[in-house]
């Protein structure tokens, strides 16, 4: 286990790291256009090559990322850290979907 002094490093190692992961996720998704519904099987089509693009650009930062993470965190961690993420963005998208629709 980490002492508090090995803690408090552990944490200024990691911080700045997850700040910066977590400001381009940000961007990326504060990007995202007010959904519409298509008016043809052309604008549906439009519309789900979007949602692919952003999904994949978010697949990137991910991938950009995981390299840094590991450096603090181990496998477990790593893990772990992508799984929560993933429910959180889930939830996010939801509420997100939510407020838009009501």
């Known amino acids: 286990m980490y002492d508090n002094q090995d803690r ?3 944490v200024a190692t990691f911080e700045p790291i997850y700040r910066d992961y977590c400001e381009e996720m940000t961007d990326l998704w504060n990007d995202r256009k007010r959904p519409i519904k298509p008016s043809s099987s052309s604008d549906a089509a439009a519309i ?3 949602k692919m ?16 993470f590991a450096t603090v965190l181990n ?3 790593v893990d772990r850290f992508y799984e929560v993420e993933s429910i959180i ?3 996010l998208k939801q509420r997100r979907d939510q407020a838009i629709n009501q």
């Open 8 to 10: 408090r490093q552990h």
């Open 89 to 91: 963005q889930k939830k």
């Open 75 to 77: 496998a477990n961690q």
């Open 48 to 50: 789900a090559k979007r």
């Open 53 to 68: 693009e952003m999904l994949q650009r978010a697949q990137g930062i991910r991938m950009k990322y995981i390299d840094r």
